[in-house]
């Protein structure tokens, strides 16, 4: 009996999951770039830049966040193949060994 159990629907889930949040994240993005945008536009003096800087600040943030949440995403994907791989060869070993 394995001492290790791996549900890799759950690894799969875990991963689309992830990819979801980091699209969401995205968008949020492009929303916040847009409405910095329209407020650099139209609204000047030293109230302005301090905002900007908030939002500048805030989207870096936010693409580390992005870049923390794809390497997640990548090692969940990895895991989920080698596991499988791991898997299929250990059933292979079985079967040829009677």
Not at 15 to 34: A, F, H, P, W, Y
């Amino acid at each position: 009996m394995a001492l290790i159990k791996i549900n890799d629907t759950a690894l799969i889930e875990s991963s689309v999951t992830i990819g979801e949040k980091i699209n969401q994240l995205n968008d949020m993005k492009s929303r916040l770039n847009s409405i910095a945008a329209a407020i650099s536009d139209s609204w000047q003096g030293t109230s302005s830049a301090a905002y900007a800087n908030v939002l500048h600040d805030f989207d870096i943030r936010t693409s580390e966040m992005m870049e923390i949440l794809e390497a997640f995403k990548e090692y969940i994907e990895k895991s989920t193949t080698d596991f499988k791989e791991i898997d299929r060869k250990s059933a292979n070993r079985i079967r040829n060994s009677f």
